[in-house]
């Protein structure tokens, strides 16, 4: 049986469609089979919440007078890049002020979506459009014209655990991982992240329409590192960093709530997001996508302690989440860096828009590459 995005969004709008979070299709499946689901189920509401280092604004602040192009920009103390135009700037999550490593441009995001003000401070050499030398003064969401999230790259299809092999405490972006594999730290939040219900990216392309930090946001592109070469389970699920997503949105309209500034210690600054799409079931093989379940997502433990980080355990999110996995023979605790909690809150608040025919359903204007890879940066030294 299949369905058509047309079909679905008339179901919507004649209140009779059928919308579940990943979770619940997940535990239907345990005794309706990929047709019954693809003939009750219309539509499946994904989420995520977790750390994305890469992610930022671009923000326009407006002309004073007289105008200035400004080049050597800070906010807080916190460097912004400024070399896009006159009043143009880029804010990075992980940038980090030279005075306080612990805070940075995730701080400043955050700050600008609670309504606060924050401290401009820039420089120019002036020129005969752009006379003034500098200017200091106090911005907000609401004194600037434009604030647009456009992160490089969100929401990785599935990313692997960290473990440690080394007789020290590492310090990473999988947060700080102890000596001689006492732990296992993942951040993905299972069943319930958004390209693990489509691994093969059927229903999610440029322009697909998504949850972005409590705002109406837009697949803008791939994301950067994306890598569909993974080896896949049976159920098409990829094993190891595979898909990613390059997503906008406007700022001004998301919430606190689904965007949060962190610091992981030693390590720097990162930006924690939440992001949910919504999956139409067209046919039965997606009805069978959607009714993954943790125990069929397979996740590679790999070692931050040795060169290249290796994959040197398989698991699941299952046993991830039971507390416990076996590495080389070792029981050893594991801790998500993600909150499963704020995830569920997405899926459910994505399940009642998309009911209601506040979030509209479209195919992708263009699909994402089928083959694609990742490169590695070559070292070399200049020739003399």
Not at 260 to 268: I, L, T
């Amino acid at each position: 049986m299949a369905k058509t995005y047309e079909e679905i969004n008339a179901k919507i709008a004649e209140g009779e469609a059928v919308v579940l979070t990943a979770e619940e299709v997940s535990r239907m499946a345990e005794e309706a089979s990929p047709g019954e689901i693809a003939r009750k189920v219309d539509v499946v509401t994904t989420a995520t919440f977790g750390a994305m280092c890469s992610s930022g604004c671009f923000i326009n602040f407006g002309h004073p007078s007289p105008p200035i192009r400004m080049e050597s920009i800070t906010l807080n103390g916190v460097p912004v890049f400024g070399g896009v135009a006159a009043v143009d700037a880029y804010i990075g999550a992980t940038e980090v002020s030279p005075e306080d490593p612990a805070y940075g441009g995730a701080h400043l995001i955050e700050a600008l979506v609670r309504g606060e003000e924050l401290l401009l401070r820039a420089r120019g050499k002036g020129t005969d459009c752009y006379p003034r030398k500098s200017i200091d003064t106090w911005i907000s969401e609401r004194t600037v014209n434009e604030i647009t999230m456009v992160n490089p790259r969100n929401a990785y299809q599935n990313y692997s655990a960290a473990t440690n092999s080394t007789d020290r405490v590492l310090h990473t972006y999988m947060g700080s991982l102890l000596p001689r594999k006492g732990n296992v730290t993942y951040s993905t939040s299972g069943e319930l992240s958004p390209l693990l219900n489509d691994p093969f990216l059927r229903t999610v392309g440029v322009g697909t329409r998504v949850f972005l930090a409590g705002a109406q946001g837009f697949v803008s592109w791939r994301g950067t590192q994306f890598n569909t070469t993974k080896p896949r389970a049976e159920n098409g699920v990829p094993e190891g960093n595979a898909a990613t997503l390059m997503l906008t949105g406007d700022a001004k309209e998301m919430s606190a709530d689904f965007l949060r500034a962190a610091y992981f210690e030693k390590y720097g600054v990162t930006l924690y997001l939440g992001i949910g799409i919504p999956i139409p079931v067209l046919d039965e093989d997606m009805a069978r996508f959607v009714s993954v379940r943790n125990r069929d997502i397979p996740v590679l433990v790999c070692d931050y302690g040795a060169d290249g980080h290796p994959a040197i355990a398989r698991t699941n999110y299952e046993a991830l989440r039971s507390g416990r996995v076996t590495v080389e023979g070792k029981s050893v605790r594991t801790a998500p860096l993600s909150s499963l909690a704020k995830a569920r809150e997405i899926a459910g608040l994505l399940k009642a828009q998309v009911a209601s025919g506040a979030f509209p359903l479209a195919p992708p204007v263009q699909s994402l590459p089928e083959r694609s890879s990742v490169s590695g940066l070559a070292i070399r030294e200049k020739s003399r």
